[in-house]
T-cell receptor, first 114, second 117 residues
Framework: GNSVTQMEGPVTLSEEAFLTINCTYT??????LFWYVQYPGEGLQLLLK?????DKGSNKGFEATYRKETTSFHLEKGSVQVSDSAVYFC?????????????FGTGTRLKVLA | GAVVSQHPSWVICKSGTSVKIECRSL??????MFWYRQFPKQSLMLMAT?????????EQGVEKDKFLINHASLTLSTLTVTSAHPEDSSFYIC?????????????FGPGTRLTVT
């Protein structure tokens, strides 16, 4: 079946450091890929997405490229801030309109120190 | 942007009682909504797909008689945890794809934390 594997956390970085959170997936078809962020006490918010191979999703300084050859969708940010501290989830969906289901990775907790 | 709300945000109940959680799409319609549960420091696990006007579809291993789902309208789905036990304590999250887009993107509610004592 389909699955998503994320690097285990927590990841602790100093402010302005470079961030990479690895995500790889297994899928039988051509999934859409997502990164969601969950701030403490809040629900999931869409951070970025990519719907086909070689697409790059970007938002708020975060980027991820859909790599079909390596089945990866690694999240990167050049300079993290304290406010980026949260849990980051990689996810995929497959299906047709109205039947999409999400499969989430285990989440990676990021802590950014001032 | 699209907003999904959940009510209550947290609830404590005694073992053996039932608890109802509401999921509402505030500014869009959704024929399908999804219910997840999230254990501490773990990922979201899909429990069931709520379908407006028809029965919910449950994932393997989820007891349909314990987790009753009703999709009463295009903006409301409810999850009732019946005869709750401490092991049902969890964070329950719903999501909904906007009817107008037809794409894979979904909007998530803020979650409901259930504690069964």
């Amino acid at each position: 079946g389909n699955s998503v594997t994320q690097m285990e956390g927590p990841v602790t970085l100093s402010e302005e450091a470079f961030l990479t959170i690895n995500c790889t997936y297994t899928a039988t078809g051509y999934p859409s890929l997502f990164w969601y962020v969950q701030y403490p006490g809040e629900g999931l918010q869409l951070l970025l997405k990519a719907t086909k191979a070689d697409d790059k999703g970007s938002n708020k300084g975060f980027e991820a490229t859909y790599r079909k050859e390596t089945t990866s969708f690694h999240l990167e940010k050049g300079s993290v801030q304290v406010s980026d501290s949260a849990v980051y989830f990689c996810a995929l969906t497959e299906g047709t309109s109205g039947t999409y289901k999400y499969i989430f990775g285990t989440g990676t907790r990021l802590k950014v120190l001032a | 942007g699209a907003v999904v709300s959940q009510h209550p945000s947290w609830v404590i109940c005694k073992s053996g009682t039932s608890v109802k959680i509401e999921c509402r799409s505030l500014d869009f319609q959704a024929t399908t909504m999804f219910w997840y549960r999230q254990f501490p420091k773990q990922s979201l696990m899909l429990m069931a797909t709520s379908n407006e006007g028809s029965k919910a579809t449950y994932e393997q291993g989820v007891e349909k008689d314990k987790f009753l789902i009703n999709h009463a309208s295009l903006t409301l789905s409810t999850l009732t945890v019946t005869s709750a036990h401490p092991e049902d304590s969890s964070f329950y999250i719903c999501s909904a794809p906007p009817l107008r887009t037809g794409g894979p993107e979904q909007y998530f509610g803020p979650g409901t934390r259930l504690t069964v004592t």
